[in-house]
């Protein structure tokens, strides 16, 4: 499984349709400062389902949509795809798995899992335990590493539990339970 593709438009400072496409192996994005580096790495954070505006360095989640410049209107909206080569079948049977996530001003959004509608939480248990889900090590990003050192035991082995595969067990756990 490896990421082949992320495609935005109206997304923080992407407000025409962006497409980067990603080979297998090692990729680096370089530009000069406040280019949209971050904002790369934060729209497939967005798309894989992060809740937090704050961790996208906004204040609250329609911050993320294009919020105009001096010569250009703002937008009302935004979607981010992400794109996985899924040959290996590791997120699940399809051969190519894409997520899709909306988010119009006035506060409505949408996930699509290969365009069809889904909940936040079958986006959630489909990265559960591969590294990319909600308490993801796999994107690191500037200051994370000093909150991973700052933070409570208890997060840190969250961080710890989902590298070792075993969340989503845990999760299952906790929903039988509560049966
Ligand atoms: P650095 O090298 O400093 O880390 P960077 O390449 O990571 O920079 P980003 O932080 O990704 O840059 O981009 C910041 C830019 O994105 C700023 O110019 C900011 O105004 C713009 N930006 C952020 N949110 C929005 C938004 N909602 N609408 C328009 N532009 C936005
Ligand atoms: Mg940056």
Redesign the pocket.
């Known amino acids: 499984m490896f990421l082949k593709k992320i495609e935005m438009i109206g997304f923080?400072?992407f407000a025409d349709r962006t497409k980067i496409q990603f080979d297998q192996g090692i990729t680096a994005i370089v530009?000069p400062?406040?280019?949209?580096?971050?904002?790369v790495t934060e729209s497939l954070r967005w798309a894989l389902g992060e809740q937090s505006a704050k961790s996208l360095r906004g204040a609250k989640m329609p911050?993320?949509?294009?919020?105009g410049t001096q010569n250009r209107k703002a937008l009302n909206f935004a979607e981010v795809i992400v794109t996985f080569d899924n040959e290996d079948k590791y997120l699940n049977s399809e051969k190519e798995v894409s997520i899709t996530r909306r988010l119009y001003r006035n506060g409505d959004s949408e996930f699509l899992i290969n365009g069809k509608k889904v909940r936040l939480k079958d986006v959630h248990d489909l990265f559960t335990d591969t590294g990319l889900g909600r308490d993801s090590f796999s994107i690191i990003s500037?200051g994370k590493i000093e909150s991973i050192f700052n933070s409570k035991p208890e997060e840190r082995r969250a961080i710890f539990e989902e590298a070792a595969g075993v969340l989503k067990y845990k999760g299952r756990k906790k929903e039988t339970e509560s049966k």
Not at 33 to 39: D, V, Y
Not at 63 to 67: L, P, Y
């Open positions: 923080k400072s530009g400062n406040g280019s949209g580096k971050s904002n911050d993320i949509i294009f919020a500037q």
